[in-house]
Structure formats: C-alpha cells, structure tokens
C-alpha cells in the first residue's frame, strides 16, 4: 500500500503561484510515474500533468506553459508548480501514482488532495 501526503495548497490572487508538494511512502516512487489531478466543484476530476520516473513529464493543454511538474526522487517527493494561476484554476489537486503491465502512468494510489482556491 502507497501513502500519499499532499501539502502547499491554498488562496491566492489570479496571476499568484503556489506550489505542491506530494510526498509517497513507498520505496517504489523512484521507478513509478507520478501524476497531479484536480476536481472543481460540479466537475469530473481531470489529469493536470504526469511526470515518469525519469523525468519525462505530459501536460494537459489547459495548464501548459503554466504549471510544471517534477519530482525528486531522493526525498519521494513529486512537485507541481503551478504560475499564472486564474481562478478557472479553483479545484481540490490531488497526487496520485501507480504503473500498468507496461509501465505507463496510471492511477492506482490517491492522495488525500489539497483544496487551491484563486480569488479574482
């Protein structure tokens, strides 16, 4: 069982920046993928952006250019910075991990989310 802990959320300004921070109990972070996802009120969750363990990261197309994902795998930690922030942007962000049969990203384990909220 994999345990995430998210943390960094918060209320900013439209324009601000936050940055996450999603920390994973299990020896594995270092050879699994790692993803953000997010849920606005009445919405279905969406994938935000994943990152391989090698560092090869995927962006949805509403956050490019904006956020960028990373992770460092001595401390089994996985980042999401995330800039230019709007309040379209207002969703609960969630941490989430695991691999398919042929090591793509796929998500198993969730964090427990962390609420971002963007004033106007």
């Known amino acids: 069982q994999v345990q995430l802990v998210e943390s960094g959320g918060g209320l900013v300004e439209a324009g601000g920046s936050l940055r996450l921070s999603c920390t994973a109990s299990?020896?594995?972070?270092?050879?699994?993928?790692m993803g953000w996802h997010r849920q606005a009120p009445g919405k279905q969750r969406e994938l935000v952006a994943t990152?391989?363990?090698?560092?090869?990261?995927n962006y949805a197309d509403s956050v490019k250019g904006r956020f960028t994902i990373s992770r460092d795998n001595a401390k089994n930690t996985v980042y999401l910075q995330m800039n230019g922030l709007n309040p379209e942007d207002t969703a609960v962000y969630y941490c989430?991990?695991?691999?398919?049969?042929?090591?793509?990203?796929?998500?198993?384990?969730w964090g427990q989310g962390t609420q971002v909220t963007v004033s106007s």
């Open positions: 989430a991990t695991g691999r398919t049969p042929w090591g793509t990203y796929t998500a198993r384990y």
């Open positions: 299990a020896s594995t972070f270092r050879t699994d993928p």
């Open positions: 990152i391989t363990s090698s560092g090869y990261t």
